[in-house]
């Protein structure tokens, strides 16, 4: 309600004149320090005004924040238009059923002329919150029934929202209501809203026809029934829907400005700051920056800057970084070249001298060394003396170990004719195992046996019994004081290519990580001075290279060394498939023939995958050796399986 009234307005006004007066400048004193303070903050307003004007960030906060508040403003007032709307028109919605239900309710008391039962069913329903009130009027505007009993035998004025549908003029009454059904909203004393709804009455042939209170036949609307609905609730619904919506709005602004802020640290100040740093980097003898200047303002001018002081020195600088790239390359690749060159040729020297110096031990040592051998033995069997005995039995154990020594040395150095034979790789082994089971009992070693290769396999009987007894005496020399020789064979696929692997495991205190790698080079060996040549393991790998295998080495997890030979195996099924030579074309004789000229004897492993490759039998106008499997264009279609 409102309840203002002279006595507020003249206390309004006073306060407005004491707020006047206490504004105004008493004295001269005073009125000078307001007229210094006005000329200092309009100094101060018009720099703030120029700094903004030449601000590219004060001009992009100021046009979007413009934009985000127009948008805004204008998305509130359209969503709070649309909430009212909706809500006043669910709300005609209700009161108009409302009306209708009364109306269908007091209906048949009306024609049996019943005002107690219709004053019942008004104050009834005038008693909910939300009605205000409901009346039944006559044709002249009495109220005849009425939720508010002190109003019957009221008359309602012509200018009443329940008769402005046929009294909208002076002429008189109307037939009909303009719409039929009409509605006003009004402020009730209270000084809340209402809605009044009209609901006309018609002359009904149950009403005209009725035998007690009949009315005249060309009467049409014989009264209104009239529902005050109160708008309180639909106003403080919209009133909340209000605040909601604009603290929706004041968090859209607020999320707005953060991104804005964002954005201008990410596009206009971050860049600011990077191009000043490109600077200082340029001017340290950095010149890769560079960044185009599409704008006048503080970023284009520090970007004309930053490039007319890098324009000029960039071009000789690229180029120069060119040359010294490619030169590094080319100097790594022609010392890798070199390295591996120098390598070559240092075991090509050493194969040499190994070569003559065989040559000169064949002739010079070996028949001496058989003489020795022959006259131990025979003095071994003359004497009679325990001590000429040992004598002669320690002479005919050197001169067996000189033996091996040139045996080894012959082997490594000489090209032995290798005849390959279908045989059984477990036989092999077992025979291996047999002629050293003497040896592992007396130093206490257990030999553990599992052969599962079952499938026969293209070998040279005698020297892959060498490789294998190389293997297995390495094992043994590892566990002086005893241990667990495992022993056990297997098929095994390794790369797309069949194989069948011989494993050697000992229980001894294996090999440093850094020289597993270099175990199989000739003359290394880790067996103290005067108990092996280091062409072991060397004579293994050559007799593998030589069968098309191939040979590693690795430490166990629980301690020892496991040694492997893997023989190539190839079934039916493998023979019938493209060999690695046919695919890559390598080594065509005058027949025309396709063949490899290292490992004739089988076709499908790759020696490359292998590690069979052999540089100083097959030239590089013979066979084409790829470092890498992964640039094995034959391994490729292996793998794929297309071919």
């Not at 000429?388 to 320690?394: D, H, Q, R, S, T």
């Not at 293997?471 to 069949?498: K, V």
Request: charged content about 25%; some cysteine.
């Amino acid at each position: 309600m409102n309840k203002s009234g002279p006595g507020r307005t003249c206390m309004a006004r006073s306060s407005l004149r004491q707020a006047v007066a206490l504004a105004r400048p008493g004295n001269g004193q005073e009125c000078g320090t307001w007229e210094t303070r006005g000329r200092g903050e309009a100094v101060a307003r018009d720099q703030v005004l120029q700094r903004l004007g030449r601000s590219l960030t004060a001009k992009i906060v100021l046009t979007l924040g413009a934009l985000v508040i127009a948008g805004g403003s204008a998305f509130w007032y359209i969503s709070v238009q649309n909430d009212r709307k909706n809500l006043m028109e669910n709300t005609l919605a209700f009161v108009s059923s409302f009306s209708e239900v009364v109306k269908k309710s007091i209906r048949n008391d009306m024609l049996l002329f019943h005002r107690e039962n219709i004053q019942k069913t008004l104050e009834s329903v005038g008693s909910s919150e939300a009605i205000a009130k409901v009346q039944v009027l006559d044709g002249r505007g009495v109220i005849v029934n009425s939720s508010d009993k002190g109003e019957i035998g009221l008359r309602v004025g012509q200018d009443s929202g329940a008769c402005m549908g046929c009294h909208r003029d002076s002429s008189g009454p109307r037939d009909t209501l303009r719409p039929n059904r009409q509605w006003t909203i009004h402020t009730d004393p209270s000084g809340f809203r209402t809605l009044s709804f009209v609901e006309p009455i018609y002359n009904e042939p149950d009403c005209y026809t009725a035998a007690c209170h009949a009315h005249a036949r060309d009467q049409k609307v014989l009264g209104m029934l009239t529902t005050d609905f109160s708008l309180l609730p639909i106003d403080m619904k919209i009133r909340s829907q209000m605040l909601v919506t604009s603290g929706y709005l004041l968090l859209f602004l607020g999320m707005s400005c953060l991104l804005l802020y964002s954005v201008l640290w990410r596009f206009v100040l971050r860049p600011v700051n990077l191009l000043s740093g490109g600077m200082e980097r340029v001017s340290s003898g950095d010149l890769s920056q560079r960044v185009p200047a599409a704008s006048t303002d503080e970023l284009g001018r520090l970007t004309l800057t930053f490039n007319a002081m890098t324009e000029e020195l960039h071009s000789s600088r690229q180029r120069m970084e060119r040359w010294n790239l490619s030169l590094e390359e080319e100097v790594k690749k022609k010392t890798d070249e070199i390295i591996l060159t120098q390598k070559k040729l240092s075991q090509a020297e050493k194969l040499a001298a190994l070569g003559r110096l065989t040559a000169d031990v064949a002739h010079e040592i070996r028949n001496p060394l058989a003489a020795m051998g022959g006259y131990g033995r025979r003095l071994h069997r003359i004497v009679s003396s325990p001590k000429e005995k040992e004598y002669a039995g320690i002479i005919v154990t050197e001169v067996h170990r000189l033996e091996k020594i040139l045996r080894d040395i012959l082997t490594f150095s000489r090209d032995v004719k290798i005849a390959f034979e279908k045989l059984s790789v477990n036989e092999m082994v077992s025979d291996c195992i047999v002629s050293y089971s003497a040896l592992c009992e007396e130093q206490r070693i257990t030999i553990e046996e599992r052969l599962d290769a079952d499938q026969p396999v293209l070998i040279d009987m005698n020297q892959a019994r060498q490789a294998v007894n190389n293997l297995i005496a390495n094992a043994i020399d590892a566990m002086p004081g005893g241990g667990n020789l495992l022993i056990s064979t297997a098929m095994e696929r390794r790369h797309e290519a069949g194989f069948a692997a011989v494993h050697i495991s000992d229980t001894g205190s294996g090999i440093p990580e850094d020289l597993l790698e270099v175990v199989f080079e000739p003359f290394y060996t880790t067996k103290e001075i005067g108990r092996g040549t280091g062409l072991g393991l060397a004579i293994s790998r050559k007799v593998m290279e030589e069968h098309g295998g191939h040979i590693s080495a690795a430490n166990r997890k629980e301690g020892g060394l496991t040694a492997s030979l893997y023989f190539p195996c190839q079934g039916t099924e493998d023979l019938c498939k493209t060999s690695c030579w046919e695919f890559m074309g390598c080594g065509r004789n005058a027949g025309k023939e396709q063949k490899c000229p290292v490992y004739p004897h089988f076709g499908r492993v790759c020696w490359v995958v292998g590690g069979t490759y052999c540089d100083g039998k097959v030239q590089g106008t013979f066979a084409q050796k790829c470092e890498d499997c992964r640039k094995c264009p034959f391994y490729h279609k292996v793998v794929s399986g297309e071919i």
